[in-house]
């Protein structure tokens, strides 16, 4: 399945949807929490596939590699303990950019570019359009992206869109040794979670549930949850969104700036033609012999 | 006569030092150190608003091309902004102690007495060194630019800061630029083509007294009741 490389959205355009001459699914990663047992090799393939060596482990008395994303690792399964009845559970959760539908990142990205999402649904950031001001990092209900103190360029997943492009499956994906990441297009991927849900329900999980939040519209990371109801207990945000305000500056705030500012040049133009100069006739030179009185454009003549 | 021999405008050289004094045929208005931070605040401010622009809308882009491009604004902006805000403390502390509102001007300058003003019609005789309106101007520029750098420094730091505190950042951030800009334009229009005679108060420092009588005759009072000033002969 190769992938046309067509762009459906981009920061900072006046247009939202540059797309749709062709029709190009959706693609998505399906992640089955129940099934990870938590070794990294998607981890560790990450790293590999993209280059990213920079950061050592940081020990935070579990097995978690990080104790969050990183700009040189964007790929972070998190371990994430609870105590039940009888025993503890270990959740495990693939940490990544989430490839919204409606992504929060672009949303709030002032850079023309910077941020796109293709066709095919995976949300990139443009290192030769990014400016590095950290808007995305505010507007992105997951907290995923992340500067990069060396190249000023913010970081994260790509959902290795160079792999995809050319018919690959992500380099998580490739790595997984129990098939609890799968990878293909977003219908498939939820069928499939669903699938695993129903399952999941007949063996006693009467809470399971496939993780794809509509609050964002979406994401091409669908995730299969144990316990569905309590997407927190993962560190997964209940009802993730694009943040209100930013929407509100972006589509509210800035166009009645931009009335106020072409506003006040239009009012003190038209201010200048109905009263003219204010002053004394002459006020500005140097003889003292001239009139006094106030003149009003139109008084005197 | 030697250039060396030739004597200085006395204008000039009063205005270097001395305020509020007649000079032949001149009022000093701003002596050359207000008039420096003046023209620091507005340099400074023009800089951050040129850069912050093209970043606050693709419709400003053609502006990054004069700094060099959109990653160059990004860079220069948070630093203009910085100083900026520096040069408006120094502008602060410099005139605040003429900027004092009486009860009239903070009651009526907001509205009815500024769009009177707005109308041209004759000042209001109580009128000292400056008026209602430049009062409310100045305030409103100080308070700005503290509501800049704060949420300036939050949207230069985002991890920093806590979630919701950033997302009010923008608002504020762009609230207070809004303004600015607004207020900003006719701050120039008054300045120059709409009042004649105001402009050079800011470069050579001096007002012709006809002026001052026009636009603040309280002040006007002051200064031609005081001595003249006789620049020292060399």
């Not at chain 2, 008039?35 to 882009?61: D, E, Y």
């Not at chain 2, 410099?94 to 509102?101: C, E, L």
């Not at chain 2, 003003?117 to 009128?127: C, F, G, K, M, S």
Request: charge should be positive; proline fraction near 6%; include cysteine.
């Amino acid at each position: 399945m190769s992938q046309n490389l067509e762009i459906r959205r981009s920061s900072a355009a006046v247009w939202g949807s540059l797309s749709g001459i062709r029709s190009i699914p959706t693609v998505a990663k399906y992640v089955d929490t129940t099934t990870c047992i938590g070794c990294k090799a998607c981890e560790a393939a990450c790293i590999e596939w993209n280059d990213l060596r920079r950061v050592g482990t940081q020990q935070t008395g579990t097995y978690q590699t990080l104790p969050t994303l990183h700009a040189e690792y964007w790929n972070l399964i998190r371990f994430n303990e609870r105590d039940f009845d009888g025993g503890i559970a270990w959740l495990m959760r693939k940490d990544q950019c989430m490839h919204c539908d409606e992504p929060g990142c672009l949303a709030a990205c002032p850079a023309p570019g910077a941020i796109v999402q293709y066709a095919n649904g995976i949300v990139d950031v443009n290192p030769d359009q990014c400016i590095g001001c950290g808007y995305c990092e505010t507007g992105c209900p997951f907290d995923v992206p992340r500067f990069h103190q060396t190249t000023g360029k913010m970081a994260k997943c790509t959902l290795c869109v160079d792999r995809v492009s050319v018919g690959l499956e992500p380099a998580c994906i490739k790595a997984c040794p129990t098939g609890c990441l799968q990878f293909g297009t977003k219908d498939d991927m939820v069928a499939m979670g669903l699938r695993r849900v129903d399952q999941l329900k007949a063996s006693g999980f009467k809470e399971a549930a496939l993780y794809n939040p509509q609050g964002v519209n979406g994401t091409s990371v669908v995730t299969v949850l144990a316990h569905g109801d309590h997407p927190e207990w993962y560190a997964l945000p209940a009802d993730p969104h694009v943040p209100l305000l930013v929407k509100f500056w972006k589509s509210v705030l800035r166009p009645l700036g931009v009335v106020a500012v072409f506003g006040a040049v239009i009012g003190a133009f038209g201010h200048y033609m109905n009263l003219g100069r204010k002053g004394v006739k002459g006020a500005d030179a140097h003889d003292a012999n001239l009139p006094d009185e106030i003149s009003r454009k139109g008084e005197h003549e | 006569m030697s250039a060396a021999h030739r004597p200085m405008d006395p204008a000039v050289v009063v205005a270097r030092k001395k305020e509020d004094v007649l000079v032949g045929e001149e009022i000093v208005r701003h002596n050359l150190n207000s008039r420096m931070i003046h023209w620091s605040v507005a340099v400074t401010f023009f800089v951050s608003l040129f850069t912050g622009m093209p970043i606050w809308l693709p419709l400003f882009g053609w502006m990054a091309a004069f700094f060099g491009g959109l990653s160059v604004c990004r860079v220069i902006h948070p630093w203009a902004g910085v100083a900026f805000f520096i040069a408006s403390l120094f502008m602060f502390f410099d005139w605040v102690g003429d900027m004092r509102m009486t009860k009239r001007e903070r009651k009526g300058w907001w509205g009815p007495l500024l769009f009177r003003y707005l109308r041209w019609e004759v000042e209001d005789v109580e009128t000292g060194k400056y008026n209602g309106g430049q009062k409310f101007f100045f305030w409103t520029v100080g308070l700005g630019a503290l509501g800049l750098l704060l949420s300036g420094l939050i949207i230069w730091f985002p991890r920093a800061f806590p979630q919701l505190l950033r997302e009010f950042s923008y608002l504020i951030h762009d609230i207070a630029f809004i303004l600015f800009v607004a207020a900003i334009v006719w701050h120039i229009y008054l300045g120059t083509s709409a009042e004649p005679g105001t402009f050079r108060s800011m470069t050579r420092g001096t007002v012709t007294p006809k002026w001052a009588r026009l636009h603040h005759p309280k002040w006007y009072r002051e200064v031609t009741e005081k001595p003249r000033h006789h620049p020292h002969h060399g």
